[in-house]
């Protein structure tokens, strides 16, 4: 049997479409005799623009939508930040694919400043994100963390009209979206460990659609795939959602795996680290054993006090 058109469900935002657009260049490039178009659609995280996310909760806000095309059969798979999703699928989807990571920093984005060591007491950081949120203050304390809604261009403009002195931004964005000369800091893992699946783009399919799933096995990447695992058995045993200060890094040399996690206090008094090494075959089991190792340590309270 043959796929007429492969359709991808994809949000409208630039980046979104980027990534979209990235997937089906990719499965072009493997298969040139597949039709492939997009779908685009709004969800209700791109509604809600002006709520805080952390305050609107609900897990997958942005991602809901592009799963009901896919269990209609409006689209054949939806595309997304790896970041964005939730850690389980509706019944009959899943994460069929994980593509190549790019860049997995965060960025430092300012029209005055170079890097955020320079930033003056009581400067205005924008970012809604309480991982950032949490290692700003724990490493200068002196600034001020203020809410930052929007796609990136959104953000951007903020930073421009004055209401900021810097922003945070995946750097991924930010290259993404050929605005990479607004990076003024790739902001080191020491001082600002990425979240779950950051740089990393991901494809939801039907589960058992082995037509589909066939035509998107170029795509996967097998070493992001041992990391994107670990972070997200992390996340999902510490029941993290986008909207918590939880981050992690994965690193895969040869065959060993290392991962960093963190959980943080909002105010950033109050963060704490864990290690983690073995081999990529355990990556799931490492990422739980990070977890309790950070469960032990006192994340639950943490947790239970922002939820
Ligand atoms: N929360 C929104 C979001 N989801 C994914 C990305 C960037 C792409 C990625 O991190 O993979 C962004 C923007 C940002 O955090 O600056």
């Known amino acids: ?16 479409l980027w990534q979209a657009n990235y997937v089906k260049a990719q499965l072009m490039l493997h298969h ?12 209700q995280g791109d509604v809600l623009l002006d709520s805080p996310l952390s305050k609107i909760g609900g897990k997958g806000l942005f991602v809901k939508q592009l799963e009901l095309a896919l269990l209609n059969h409006e689209a054949d798979i939806a595309v997304h930040s790896i970041k964005d999703i939730p850690a389980e699928f509706p019944q ?24 955020l060591a ?15 949120q949490c290692q700003l203050k724990a490493h200068y304390p002196h600034l001020v963390v203020k809410d930052l809604r929007g796609n990136v261009g959104s ?19 930010l290259k993404r979206l050929e605005l990479q000369e607004r990076i003024k800091q790739a902001i080191p893992i020491e001082i600002m460990l990425p979240a779950v699946g950051q740089g990393a783009v991901g494809i939801e399919s039907r589960e058992n ?23 997200r ?32 206090s909002l105010d950033g ?20 054993k990070l977890a309790q190792q950070l469960l032990e340590q006192g994340a639950e309270k943490i947790l239970n006090q922002i939820r």
């Open 209 to 231: 659609d082995h037509i589909i799933n066939q035509l998107l096995k170029p795509l996967d990447d097998q070493h992001t795939r041992y990391c994107i695992t670990a972070e």
């Open 32 to 43: 040139p005799q597949l039709a492939v178009e997009l779908v685009p659609m709004v969800t």
């Open 233 to 264: 058995a992390m996340n999902h045993h510490l029941q993290g959602g986008c909207q918590v200060p939880i981050a992690c890094y994965s690193k895969l040399e040869n065959t060993r795996l290392n991962l960093q996690g963190l959980v943080g």
């Open 269 to 288: 008094k109050t963060i704490i680290t864990a290690n983690v090494t073995g081999d990529q075959q355990q990556a799931s089991e490492l990422g739980i």
């Open 118 to 132: 320079q930033l003056p007491a009581n400067a205005v950081v924008g970012t809604s994100s309480l991982r950032r």
């Open 1 to 16: 049997m043959q796929v007429q058109t492969l359709k991808i469900a994809t949000r409208k935002s630039p980046l979104a």
């Open 155 to 173: 953000r951007l403009a903020k930073l421009d009209n004055g209401e900021y002195d810097a922003i945070i931004l995946a750097a991924v964005g």
């Open 92 to 115: 009959g989807l899943a994460l069929t694919t994980i593509c190549k990571r790019d860049d997995v920093r965060d960025a430092f984005v300012s029209n005055r400043y170079t890097d």
